[in-house]
Nanobody, 123 residues
Framework: QVTLVESGGGLVQAGGSLRLSCAAS????????MGWFRQAPGKEREFVAA????????YYADAVKGRFTISRDNAKNTVYLQMNSSKPEDTAVYYC????????????????WGQGTQVTVSS
């Protein structure tokens, strides 16, 4: 089990950039695949991006492919989400999540979740 704390959310204009961070507790962070999900008001929580435990493999939702980049620094127990070319439809609470070993785009596959960070993109 890991404890996750997101940060870096805020207000950004359309077309702008923002970098989210997710700090994890524990000494086994490097054995966890990590994912980012988001939830807009009145909508289901949806997959954004995922990265495997060693950072080599990444996977993106079509809605963010080419604009967002997920990365991780296992020495710092941190995973990042770089958001570029932001759009108003990216407005949501962003959550990071952890699961053992391989990444997954499915919410049900993640056991540990952070509390979320709000991202608002103004038009």
């Amino acid at each position: 089990q890991v404890t996750l704390v997101e940060s870096g959310g805020g207000l950004v204009q359309a077309g702008g950039s923002l970098r989210l961070s997710c700090a994890a507790s524990g000494r086994t962070f490097s054995t966890y695949a990590m994912g980012w999900f988001r939830q807009a008001p009145g909508k289901e929580r949806e997959f954004v991006a995922a990265i495997n435990s060693n950072g080599v493999g990444t996977y993106y939702a079509d809605a963010v492919k080419g604009r967002f980049t997920i990365s991780r620094d296992n020495a710092k127990n941190t995973v990042y989400l770089q958001m570029n070319s932001s759009k108003p439809e990216d407005t949501a609470v962003y959550y990071c999540a952890a699961r053992k070993w391989g990444y997954s785009p499915f919410r049900r596959d993640y056991a540990d979740w952070g509390q979320g960070t709000q991202v608002t993109v103004s038009s």
